[in-house]
């Protein structure tokens, strides 16, 4: 499985610990300790909970929108930005047509989220495009770590929303591949896995951190299926889950909150075996709903593995803690298609309602 260097997952704070105080002030590792001690000696007092929408009904969708990437300059080149008078519809602007671009648009006005996660971002591209397509409703959070050119997890939260949040970052983690000859010191999310926690606005920083409404994990584990046993992809999979449940532990540890793990798993989330782990600590949003969908119901792609071979499934998913998961009013995968629309991704959306009241 390889030898992990997990040192933030001590039960003392470790010195890979970064949180992200949105707009991006950075806690260094002695104010984070701090955070942490006085936490211990606090209340465990809640706020009143987030500014929701009717009957404090919270829509999070998480989507991985494939390579998204726009060619600001070229999207420019107008007097307006992406003036359809300046762009023919199937013109390439970066990895997106335009029509690609308003069928992003419209799906995710059709989903009217108050928080979206959505992998293969890449930084200024998402921001553009919430700006210009989005009607600019929406705050980014990206990793403050990572440059806004860099593929990420962005997450999109409703401004009227309200809230504080804090972002927390695994980057850095570590591990030791022996499947390559010499073995390799290589990063565990090599797409990262970015932490957002969320609590309404004016709370202390140490409440924030220690005392959220929600955390959200962002989730987009290795793929690559060009073998027939996929032996590699599934080695690093399994030492990312792995860390994924160590990181979630961690957390559970300091903090009592709802949390959600959330995005691109790369593993069949319906039978796949490389998800116990997470599946014994977590609960899935769909299968909370079990009764409500058929098997073809949950897929959230189909795409082509070896020797060509059509696969569907649901590779995508809400993973929930105990607390989350008593709050989760109803959860579905978003079939496009199925709404007139022409999916400009290789995978679908799920969403899922929570109820935040306390």
């Known amino acids: ?118 992998p293969e971002s890449i930084g200024r591209s998402i921001k553009y495009f919430s700006k210009h397509f989005l009607e600019n409703q929406y705050q980014v959070i990206l990793d403050p770590t990572k440059a806004d050119t860099e593929m990420q997890i962005a997450f999109l939260i409703r401004k009227n929303l309200d809230v504080d949040i804090a972002v927390r970052t695994y980057s850095h983690l570590t591990w030791e591949n022996k499947l390559v000859s010499p073995p390799k010191i290589m990063r565990i999310f090599h797409k990262d896995m970015p932490a957002i926690y969320i609590r309404e606005k004016g709370a202390s920083k140490t409440d924030l951190v220690m005392n959220p409404d929600l955390i959200i994990l962002g989730t987009h584990l290795k793929s690559m299926r060009n073998s027939e046993n996929d032996y590699k992809s599934k080695h690093q999979r399994n030492v990312q889950v792995q860390a994924t449940t160590k990181i979630i532990d961690d957390i559970e540890q300091r903090v009592d909150a709802p949390l959600l793990l959330a995005g691109d798993f790369n593993i069949d989330m319906s039978t796949g ?56 009013v109803e959860s579905s995968v978003f079939y496009p298609e199925e709404e007139g629309f022409v999916n400009p991704s290789d995978h679908r959306p799920v969403i899922a309602v929570y109820d935040m009241t306390r």
């Open 273 to 328: 075996v490389e998800a116990a782990p997470l599946k014994i600590i977590l609960k899935d949003s769909i299968e909370l709903m079990d009764s409500k969908f058929t098997a073809s119901q949950r897929n959230t792609v189909e795409y082509k593995a070896w020797k060509g071979l059509m696969l569907r499934r649901r590779l995508d998913a809400q993973m929930l803690n105990e607390r989350l998961a008593q709050k989760l």
């Open 1 to 118: 499985m390889g030898n992990f260097r997990l040192g933030l997952l001590k039960a003392t704070v470790g010195v890979f610990l970064f949180f992200f105080i949105i707009p991006n002030v950075a806690y260094s590792r002695a104010t984070c300790e701090s955070l942490f001690l006085k936490s211990e000696i606090q209340s465990s007092k809640l706020s009143n909970g987030l500014k929701l929408r009717a009957k404090n009904r919270l829509k999070i969708a998480n989507w991985n929108i494939l390579d998204f990437k726009i060619n600001i300059d070229l999207a420019e080149k107008g007097d307006l930005p992406y003036s359809q008078n300046d762009l023919h519809p199937n013109e390439k602007i970066g990895s997106k047509t335009f029509e690609q671009l308003l069928q992003y648009q419209r799906i995710m006005r059709k989903l009217d989220a108050d928080i979206y996660v959505l």
